[in-house]
T-cell receptor
Framework: DAKTTQPPSMDCAEGRAANLPCNHS???????VYWYRQIHSQGPQYIIH???NNETNEMASLIITEDRKSSTLILPHATLRDTAVYYC?????????FGTGTRLQVFP | GAGVSQSPSNKVTEKGKDVELRCDPI?????LYWYRQSLGQGLEFLIY????????KSGLPSDRFSAERTGGSVSTLTIQRTQQEDSAVYLC??????????????FGNGTRLTVT
């Protein structure tokens, strides 16, 4: 799996868009970009994934640069319940390894 | 439908005792994963199954740890002669086909193990 780099922490005001960056400059052509999050005291939750094209679902949008070396997870209208650790993973293998992620704090 | 179910949700045991942790994956999911998370730490991969086979056991911390999966469904993680450093939340996840096959993981809420 390609190494990913994320900022250790970010803040976001409630109701604003949260844009979480991820760098994966060594990603290979068949590695997907996955995002998960872990809210305190719960198991991780799958958010979204993509290969080349931008993706959107009911939770978030994923923007992948054309060269695929970085991506951004967008939570369009952050709420207090979005406070969590967000993990970006670039992978094409069954063995899934989590890094340290970005701790997003949404404040009122 | 039903998600990944783990039992018990909490387990307190004395040092030296054996424990069994159970995971019921989402029905039809062929891949099953075990992780653990110590207090304030990240997720540590332990083992994963494709069907009843475990292609990768590299994350098991010692030979006191073992896991099995029967019938391609329920899995049990067993820790023998528990030590205090085994205290952690043990998380199970399942995937329709395996993470490498464009198939994300769905996690349970874990078993919190405390070894006294």
């Amino acid at each position: 799996d390609a190494k990913t780099t994320q900022p250790p922490s970010m803040d976001c005001a409630e109701g604003r868009a949260a844009n979480l960056p991820c760098n994966h400059s060594t990603i290979s052509g068949n590695e997907y970009v996955y995002w998960y999050r872990q809210i305190h005291s719960q198991g991780p939750q799958y958010i979204i994934h993509g290969l080349k094209n931008n993706e959107t679902n009911e939770m978030a949008s994923l923007i992948i640069t054309e060269d695929r070396k970085s991506s951004t997870l967008i939570l369009p209208h952050a709420t207090l319940r979005d406070t969590a650790v967000y993990y970006c993973i670039a992978s094409n293998t069954d063995k899934l390894i989590f890094g340290t992620g970005t701790r997003l704090q949404v404040f009122p | 439908g039903a998600g990944v179910s783990q039992s018990p949700s909490n387990k307190v045991t004395e040092k030296g005792k054996d424990v069994e942790l159970r995971c019921d994956p989402i029905s039809g999911h062929t891949a099953l994963y075990w992780y653990r998370q110590s207090l304030g730490q990240g997720l540590e991969f332990l083992i994963y199954f494709q069907g009843n086979s475990a292609p990768d056991k590299s994350g098991l911390p010692s030979d006191r740890f073992s896991a099995e999966r029967t019938g391609g469904s329920v899995s049990t993680l067993t820790i023998q002669r528990t030590q205090q450093e085994d205290s952690a939340v043990y998380l199970c996840a399942s995937s329709l086909a395996g993470h490498g096959r464009n198939s994300p993981l769905h996690f349970g809420n874990g078993t919190r193990l405390t070894v006294t």
